[in-house]
């Protein structure tokens, strides 16, 4: 199957300050990357929709001056949260789906986001 | 607004054990996938059912897309550890997932 990596998996902030999370596809062309968060124990809930070459499209209640995505190059999106505190703790997820492969997305190992 | 309800949000079972899960809605659907989560980790697919009526088999896992095409159910036989896990049911037929709460599976030993 196709390889999504996120990068850093765990980080340790505090809070102001701002942390960048990276979204790779190892092997495969992403035009279209999807955000979630996901608190404990609950279900994934949708951030945004990073496009490669134009702005990020988020959902409602997601602010977009927090939550800066960057969809550069076919291979990497970048979520930065900005001015982070500890309500923003939290597991942060990618996903991509390859063009070709029909709906199935693949999604990143995560990361685990705590802001101290 | 949910637009799919899982239940139960939470279930935990022993190794051996049977059991099912919903994914219920009021919308049609034209196709619908389930994912498992595990601890740590990022979603991955396990099936994606397209037919209503359509059953699946996975091993030691059964979905069955509900006629209407508005539910799925998936049921484990003689659950083992490895099948503990947080279970998500998605619409599916386009690129972004929307999940539902989600079933969080605890397989006791």
């Known amino acids: 199957g196709a390889v999504v990596s996120q990068h850093p998996s765990w980080v340790i902030c505090k809070s102001g300050t701002s942390v960048k999370i990276e979204c790779r596809s190892l092997?495969?062309?992403?035009?279209?990357m999807f955000w979630y968060r996901q608190f404990p124990k609950q279900s994934l809930m949708l951030m945004a929709t990073?496009?490669?070459?134009?702005?990020?499209?988020?959902e409602q209640g997601v602010e977009k001056d927090k939550f800066l995505i960057n969809h550069a190059s076919l291979t990497l999106s970048t979520l930065t949260v900005t001015s982070a505190h500890p309500e923003d703790s939290s597991f942060y997820i990618c996903?991509?789906?390859?063009?070709?492969?029909?709906?199935?997305?693949?999604f990143g190992q995560g990361t685990r986001l705590t802001v101290v | 607004t949910q637009l799919l309800e899982q239940s139960p949000q939470f279930l935990s079972i022993q190794e051996g054990e049977n059991l099912t899960v919903y994914c219920n809605s009021s919308?049609?659907?034209?196709?619908l996938q389930w994912y498992r989560q595990e601890p740590g980790e990022g979603p991955v697919l396990l099936v994606t059912?397209?037919?209503?009526?359509e059953v699946k088999k996975l091993k030691r896992l059964t979905f069955q897309f509900g006629d209407a095409r508005k539910d799925s159910s998936l049921h484990i036989t003689a659950a083992q550890p490895g099948d503990t896990g947080l279970y998500l049911c998605?619409?599916?037929?386009?690129?972004?997932?929307?999940f539902g709460q989600g079933t969080r599976l605890t397989i006791n030993p």
């Open positions: 990073s496009n490669e070459g134009s702005k990020a499209t988020y």
């Open positions: 996903s991509a789906p390859p063009q070709g492969w029909g709906t199935e997305a693949f």
């Open positions: 059912v397209v037919t209503g009526g």
């Open positions: 919308s049609v659907f034209s196709s």
């Open positions: 998605s619409p599916g037929g386009a690129q972004k997932l929307v």
């Open positions: 092997d495969f062309q992403a035009t279209t």
